[in-house]
């Protein structure tokens, strides 16, 4: 139901823009969507989450001025812009999807489907 795509090899420096395709359109329109990573060895962490009306955004301290989440409602794809990579933000993103809104918008547990993954590497 959702599919992670974008990933790659970058620079550091770099840009990517990871996408987050969601079929169906009423799904998608009552879909908050969030971003999470997970690094080898590390727990599965909150980078990023729009509200299904996009009234709302919320990013991690880590992602708070270097990545952007947005939706396109025409395309049921929600992007998450990533400027200004560093080595830490290596690992595999998913995205994730629930109907309507958590407070615990920062937590796994509080989305009901997810993306495969795509794999961020940031290297020089």
């Known amino acids: 139901q959702l599919q992670a795509s974008g990933g790659g090899l970058v620079q550091p420096g770099g840009s990517l823009r990871l996408s987050c395709s969601v079929s169906g359109r009423s799904t998608f329109r009552s879909y908050s969507v969030a971003w999470f990573r997970q690094a080898p060895g590390k727990e599965r962490e909150f980078v990023s989450v729009i509200r299904e009306s996009s009234s709302m955004t919320r990013y991690a301290e880590s992602a708070k001025g270097r990545f952007t989440i947005s939706r396109d409602y025409a395309k049921n794809t929600v992007y998450m812009q990533m400027n200004s990579l560093k080595p830490e933000d290596t690992a595999v993103y998913y995205c994730?999807?629930?109907?309507?809104?958590?407070?615990?918008?920062?937590?796994?547990?509080?989305?009901?489907?997810w993306g495969q993954g795509t794999q961020v590497t940031v290297s020089s």
């Open positions: 994730a999807g629930r109907i309507g809104y958590s407070v615990a918008y920062y937590s796994p547990q509080s989305y009901s489907s």
